[in-house]
């Protein structure tokens, strides 16, 4: 315990009531100031007391702010909430000074146990109800009031004055306090509980602490608390009617645990109900020892000349006169955080708001991420995900980052099967994202960003299992008994082969096989497909064993082909669309199938089969027999001659125009189809010839669809097409085109010029004129 005695009249009026702002830094100093002079037998902290046990934890090195006490309904671990703490906090300075001079800290706010329950007690809801929306109208803001009746229209402005820039008087360290309280009790006076009523039963449960204390301890009892409990605690009341405002409270069984918290986070309201908007600020202002506005702004420029703004030491001059000149015309003390934002702005970021952004982002706000040593208390998922973390080196940043894996290297696959099982888990710690290199199988790309829900959204996992492997794999059956539509089974497959559940797959592909022989829904069979052959190519980078898959891949595919024509025929325009989808799908799917499997070479010339079908068939919306065309077309089993026929079919005279106009959305339609145009004159000048025959009265009905259509092609590939038809290049009438001398334009490919390219692609591609032709996974190799 601290040598020095309490220092006279500290306890004169009973316990010493200090009376913060959460995550307040003038308050921490303050506070820090007052424990100093009184030297309290017992420091009383505004928490939770079932987080008693954690306190002594404080003084391990390992546990560095900013974190944050969580705590969870042991049998819904999603029912939770958060007590954040800074190393600028006044809570956090009190645990560390008690700590530090080995002196008690308690936690003495309303138990977790009751303030859980009490969030969701089916017996308080309609009673509250009025309360609340009464509440909600009447609530105050405290500081905002005190700002008010000090002429401040901005509370944090007022803070800052009245506190940030003052400082703890050293002669008088309890006299900040004691004019926070009488300002409190005003406030207090006038508008009751503030429309809090629950702080009425937590203040209650608060004095019940404080006269347990001084009845172990005696008055030398400090205690550490919002400001505007400090009249309620101070008030006369009896044990007896603190008592009756507790009872009947619901509760259930709870756990607590340090965790790691983000400056980000802090400016949230939880737990406290309190936040702040700039915590890296506010941080800033704690560390300083002196010239905070210079050591500020010092620290700006480093992060603009990190990011190769030119930023010289004269910036760094002028920005702080021009901060301390702002402050004098509007009468401050000392330059705030607006006054050295102007000052940034106009002076290191030349007037931009651009910098200034990421000066915000980075420092006003921050990313700092708290760490928590391993002795604190947590559900054994957490330890094992823990240790995944070390041992793969992945670990946890606030700051958002993007990690390129490499299948092939060990390393890099275990990180991912970690990733896609947490993402399984519903732990969305990283998010797969579009690679800016390869686009092979054997690559992934993730965008990681630790966020502290994230320990709640691990601690709810851990009904699953013990290990991050276990658990996802429980959840993966579980999942797939209770999938109600077959398109979710089999992203659940996919999602199986790539987290690297093996154990999970065989109940998997039980469930699968029985959904598909059962669901006659060609939409549902199209939508489950092509999940399933990527299954497929996923489990060959991986090494995994896929040879049931593939049969269930190959029968679901042929399910289709009988399906989808008969599915097709009498499609409104939303389910005609909806189709379309489905029908590129599984051409692509198909593609790849039949790339991928042994001994299924049929496949391919029955789709291409179905293709033809869908395309002569006058009861298919005209939207799916252009995209069959177009995709015939592009696979080289229609000629262009072909394609000009049935085009010209789709656009007589005797089709209505809406019907002609979703021909001509299904084929020119989607990626390619504007290069079509542009390069096939015959194509252009049937869709221009029959443009030009549609009827006035119903040009307005299908503009919307030409419109939706060509606003698709990029705006180089529109600009060539207008020009083709304003020259007359896809001119003429009956789909007949007259050439017109046009650079660049011929009625068939030039051969010539395009062999002149071969040889620069052989040496790109590393390849000899005897090799064969590269696979696609051969092209992503070369492309990363």
């Known amino acids: 315990m601290s040598g020095a005695g309490p220092r006279a009249g500290a306890f004169g009026g009973g316990p010493l009531l200090l009376g913060v702002r959460h995550h307040g830094p003038g308050s921490a100093r303050a506070v820090r100031a007052a424990l100093d002079a009184a030297a309290p037998a017992v420091v009383l902290i505004e928490g939770p007391p079932e987080a008693d046990p954690l306190i002594p934890l404080a003084a391990d090195p390992a546990l560095r702010p900013p974190v944050a006490l969580l705590a969870h309904a042991v049998d819904e671990p999603g029912r939770a909430a958060f007590w954040p703490l800074a190393e600028f906090s006044p809570e956090w300075v009190a645990i560390r000074w008690a700590v530090e001079h080995e002196v008690p800290a308690r936690f003495i706010d309303l138990p977790a146990t009751h303030s859980l329950a009490w969030e969701e007690d089916p017996g308080d809801l309609e009673e509250e109800a009025a309360e609340e929306t009464e509440a909600e109208h009447a609530r105050v803001d405290p500081l905002a009031a005190l700002a008010g009746a000090a002429g401040y229209d901005d509370p944090e402005r007022w803070w800052e004055d009245a506190v940030e820039h003052r400082g703890p008087?050293?002669?008088?360290?309890?006299?900040?306090?004691?004019?926070?309280?009488?300002?409190?009790?005003?406030?207090?006076?006038?508008?009751?509980?503030?429309?809090?009523?629950?702080?009425?039963?937590?203040?209650?449960?608060?004095?019940?602490?404080?006269?347990?204390?001084?009845?172990?301890?005696?008055?030398?009892?400090?205690?550490?608390?919002?400001?505007?409990?400090?009249?309620?605690?101070?008030?006369?009341?009896?044990?007896?009617?603190?008592?009756?405002?507790?009872?009947?409270?619901?509760?259930?069984?709870?756990?607590?645990?340090?965790?790691?918290?983000?400056?980000?986070?802090?400016?949230?309201?939880?737990?406290?109900?309190?936040?702040?908007?700039?915590?890296?600020?506010?941080?800033?202002?704690?560390?300083?020892?002196?010239?905070?506005?210079?050591?500020?702004?010092?620290?700006?420029?480093?992060?603009l000349r990190e990011e190769d703004r030119i930023v010289s030491s004269a910036h760094v001059i002028e920005a702080v006169r021009l901060a301390d000149t702002l402050a004098v015309m509007r009468g401050r003390p000392l330059p705030g955080l607006t006054e050295t934002t102007d000052a940034v702005r106009a002076v290191l970021c030349e007037g931009s708001d651009v910098p200034l952004s990421l000066v915000w982002d980075r420092l006003v706000v921050g990313d700092v991420l708290g760490e928590v040593p391993e002795s604190a208390p947590a559900v054994p998922l957490q330890r094992d995900l823990a240790r995944e973390q070390r041992r793969l080196r992945l670990k946890p940043e606030a700051l958002e980052r993007e990690l390129e894996l490499d299948l092939r290297k060990d390393t890099d696959a275990a990180r991912g099967r970690l990733l896609h099982r947490l993402r399984l888990l519903g732990v969305g710690w990283g998010e797969p994202a579009r690679s800016r290199g390869s686009t092979g199988t054997f690559r992934e790309t993730w965008r990681l960003r630790w966020e502290p829900e994230l320990s709640v959204r691990v601690a709810e996992a851990g009904v699953w299992g013990t290990t991050v492997l276990g658990a996802a794999t429980a959840r993966a059956e579980a999942d797939a008994v209770g999938a109600r539509a077959l398109a979710d089974v089999t992203a659940l497959a996919e999602q199986c082969l790539l987290a690297g559940l093996p154990d999970a797959l065989p109940v998997v592909m039980r469930v699968l096989a029985d959904r598909a022989a059962l669901d006659a829904d060609v939409g549902h069979l199209a939508q489950a497909l092509p999940a399933l052959v990527r299954s497929l190519r996923y489990g060959d980078v991986r090494g995994t064993d896929t040879g049931a898959l593939a049969d269930v891949a190959a029968a679901l595919a042929e399910r289709v082909f009988i399906g989808l024509p008969p599915a097709c025929a009498t499609l409104d325009t939303d389910a005609a669309q909806e189709m379309r989808g489905h029908v590129d799908a599984v051409h692509g799917a198909v593609g790849l199938l039949a790339e991928t499997l042994t001994g299924h070479d049929g496949l391919r010339p029955r789709w291409r089969a179905v293709l033809r079908t869908l395309s002569g068939r006058d009861t298919v919306p005209g939207l799916i027999r252009g995209r069959a065309v177009r995709l015939l077309l592009d696979d080289g089993v229609l000629e262009a001659e072909d394609v000009?026929?049935?085009?010209?079919?789709?656009?007589?005279?005797?089709?209505?125009?809406?019907?002609?106009?979703?021909?001509?959305?299904?084929?020119?339609?989607?990626?390619g189809g504007g290069l079509l145009l542009v390069h096939d004159e015959r194509l252009l000048g049937l869709v221009d010839a029959w443009l030009t025959s549609v009827p006035a009265d119903a040009f307005t009905d299908v503009l919307p669809l030409l419109r939706r259509t060509f606003s698709a092609y990029e705006p180089g590939v529109r600009r060539t097409l207008g020009e083709l038809v304003r020259r007359g290049q896809g001119g003429g009438t009956g789909g007949t085109a007259h050439p017109v001398?046009?650079?660049?334009?011929?009625?068939?490919?030039?051969?010539?010029?395009?062999?002149?390219?071969?040889?620069?692609?052989?040496?790109?591609?590393?390849?000899?004129?005897?090799?064969?032709?590269?696979?696609?996974?051969?092209?992503?190799?070369?492309?990363?």
């Open 169 to 303: 008087g050293r002669d008088e360290p309890f006299a900040p306090f004691a004019a926070l309280e009488d300002a409190m009790g005003a406030l207090r006076e006038r508008y009751g509980d503030g429309g809090r009523p629950r702080d009425l039963v937590r203040e209650a449960y608060m004095r019940l602490q404080v006269r347990a204390a001084r009845k172990e301890f005696g008055d030398e009892v400090a205690v550490v608390c919002g400001a505007w409990h400090v009249p309620a605690l101070r008030a006369r009341t009896t044990v007896t009617a603190d008592r009756a405002l507790l009872k009947g409270l619901p509760k259930l069984k709870t756990d607590l645990t340090w965790v790691p918290w983000t400056h980000r986070r802090l400016a949230r309201s939880s737990g406290y109900g309190a936040g702040i908007d700039s915590p890296g600020w506010y941080a800033h202002l704690f560390r300083a020892p002196d010239r905070p506005v210079e050591r500020w702004l010092t620290k700006v420029a480093g992060l």
């Open 741 to 784: 001398a046009s650079p660049g334009f011929a009625p068939e490919a030039d051969a010539g010029r395009a062999d002149a390219v071969l040889p620069v692609l052989h040496l790109l591609l590393g390849l000899t004129p005897e090799r064969p032709r590269p696979t696609d996974d051969d092209l992503a190799g070369v492309g990363a």
């Open 644 to 671: 000009a026929r049935l085009m010209g079919l789709a656009l007589s005279p005797g089709t209505p125009p809406g019907d002609g106009a979703a021909w001509v959305e299904g084929f020119v339609g989607g990626g």
